[in-house]
């Protein structure tokens, strides 16, 4: 297989910082990643990130990584090995009360893509509230209140590499897989906020996923 590099661009709105570069070659260091790499999961094979199996836990395996800005431009590539499995892609940020929770999920199905707004409130009436009996931030004191949008028929079961982009710039959010196969734009409050990590959640098969060229920048105006 050709080594494929993929490049980790780390630019919060209005921070003048170097851009911080992270290859998956012979000289990989899992900075910035908050997820130990490698782990019992997700190693690094071929030049791109590999997870698979199972955690033994509640949830599939998990990659995080550390981000910084506001509006930002995200973009991934991911390839299914095996059949059947899931991506599911989160953006987590500041909730608006002082803490930090999820914001977006991309759920990358086999049969299409789901998106669910992960948006915030101290209602504990609130309608949109989970109905898991989830207790508001132990930080914040808000309540997650999760919109889950109908599922966007598109058909991934062929296992090729596919690439997600999400572009935020204020409260919009134009996400695209593989340019115009499939695309979104929503306009929600929450999104306009700091953008604090990035977490793929892995449910590939003993197969697993293989996950390329991440890419964290700072929207152009």
């Known amino acids: ?13 209005g921070w003048a910082a170097e851009p911080v570069h992270e290859t998956f070659g012979p000289e990989f260091e899992a900075q910035p990643f908050l997820t130990p790499i490698p782990n019992k999961n997700t190693s690094v094979r071929d030049g791109v990130l590999w997870t698979r199996g199972s955690s033994g836990g509640k949830y599939p395996p998990m990659v995080d990584l550390r981000v910084e800005g506001k509006d930002l431009t995200l973009s991934f590539r991911f390839r299914h090995l095996g059949s059947g499995g899931w991506l599911w892609f989160f953006v987590d940020g500041e909730d608006g009360f002082g803490s930090e929770d999820h914001m977006l999920r991309v759920k990358l ?23 898991n009996g ?7 004191g808000a309540f997650r209140l999760n919109e889950i949008l109908p599922l966007e028929k598109v058909d991934l079961t062929a296992n090729v ?33 700091a953008k604090r990590k990035l ?17 964290v920048k700072a929207t152009e105006p």
């Open 1 to 13: 297989m050709q080594w494929l590099f993929p490049v980790l661009i780390l630019v919060a709105t």
């Open 109 to 131: 199905l086999r049969q299409g893509v789901q998106l669910q707004v992960d948006a915030h409130s101290k209602d504990p009436n609130h309608p949109m509230r989970q109905s």
């Open 134 to 140: 989830r207790p508001a931030d132990a930080k914040s």
């Open 161 to 193: 590499w596919r690439e997600v982009r999400l572009v935020f710039r204020g409260e919009e959010v134009t996400i695209t897989l593989d340019g115009q196969t499939w695309s979104r734009r929503l306009t929600r409050g929450n999104f306009n906020a």
């Open 199 to 215: 977490l793929w959640m892995q449910n590939g098969g003993e197969a697993g996923i293989e996950l390329d060229d991440i890419v």
